[in-house]
């Protein structure tokens, strides 16, 4: 009996590989938290009953059961399902991924069983630094996109330079705040002095330095001894 529903379930995840594809793309920070976002699609429309099998199965999962989940439609009339979990360690949201970090470099493994997660076709990864190495192409600066194209491909492993700079998040927009108001600050300052500049040079000439005689506003030269004001 016990055999029976061990082939059973392997027929059914392999019956879902053929029916269904998803997306997963993952951002990841130093300090291993991050978040995942991941798209599951039927292959056709006809097969949009899937998704209500797929959203029951994640949300009886404990690693799911916190996460955003919500239905979607796409524009040639597939149902998609999408999920979205925070976490601390990229293990909590998939035991089957890890990331480490190191002093030289920080590292980012994902292995895909050949199971039920064998519906991943793209996968996207967002490191904290520079990616230096990786297995696979299609690297952009901090990204990488691995298309799956052979399901025999079943290991991703991408390694970046830690940034110069690492700074939470939270700490981001106060820190850009405050450099604005700086740069503000240092502006009208700067402004300030070159009015008040210009407003002592134009008084210098209220009175001529020859002979003292008051001059108007916009003469050129002494009314009394014909001195150059300017």
């Keep these: 009996m016990k055999k029976f529903w061990l082939l059973l379930l392997l027929g059914l995840c392999l019956f879902l590989s053929a029916c269904l594809e998803a997306e997963v793309e993952i951002d990841l920070k130093r300090d291993g938290s991050g978040e995942m976002r991941m798209k599951i699609l039927p292959l056709e429309s006809s097969m949009n009953f899937l998704i209500n099998e797929v959203e029951a199965d994640l949300r009886r999962n404990q690693n799911y059961r916190d996460s955003d989940i919500r239905k979607g439609s796409e524009s040639d009339g597939r149902r998609s399902l999408l999920v979205r979990k925070k976490f601390k360690r990229i293990e909590e949201a998939d035991e089957n991924c890890s990331f480490t970090s190191h002093k030289e470099y920080d590292q980012f493994v ?26 696979v192409g299609n690297i952009l600066g901090r ?29 981001v927009l106060p820190l850009a705040i405050i450099l604005a108001v700086v740069i503000l600050g240092i502006t009208f300052l700067t402004i300030l002095t070159k009015i008040q500049k210009r407003k002592a040079d134009q008084e210098k000439f209220n009175f001529c330095p020859e002979c003292g005689t008051k001059a108007n506003p916009g003469d050129n030269f002494c009314q009394n001894c014909g001195q150059s004001l300017k």
Excluded at 119 to 127: A, E, L, Q, S
Excluded at 143 to 170: G, M, Q
């Design 110 to 135: 994902m292995d895909i069983p050949g199971d039920f997660l064998g519906i991943v076709k793209i996968v996207r990864v967002n490191m904290p630094g520079q990616i230096i190495t990786s297995n």
């Design 143 to 171: 990204s990488l996109t691995w298309y799956r194209n052979n399901p025999a491909d079943n290991r991703l492993v991408v390694s970046s330079k830690p940034p110069l700079i690492s700074l939470p998040r939270e700490k």
